[in-house]
């Protein structure tokens, strides 16, 4: 499955972007976090992403390395995507696949990642 462009965003609506990412490669992640939101994430480069709406409507959450910006939804508490970058420095989204428009979650495959021992 080659790259595609999706929408997507929070429960309530205020949070709403676009897209373009493989849904080849999503994974699922043993951190405390991860492991209570149930998170299926796939992974695009920050100029792949773009907010239509919501950008101040989230607050942001960091933990343990503080590396990852977790954006929930301040009004419905959903957390549809999250910043962060690569080892390298390259801006990354990580796209929380569960809420794109028109994605059935039960159909991707997602690697395991074990991120409560990285
Ligand atoms: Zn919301």
Redesign the pocket.
Known sequence: MPAQVYQGG??????RYEVTVDLDSTVICNCSRCRRLGSIMAFTPSNQFEMLSGEH?TTEYLFNKQIIHHHF?S????QSFSRGQTPDGTPIVAINARCLDGVDPEQLKPKHYDGKNH
Do not use: I, R
Request: with cysteine; glycine share 16%.
């Open positions: 929070c429960q309530c609506g205020a949070v409507a939804c009004t419905c508490g959903v």
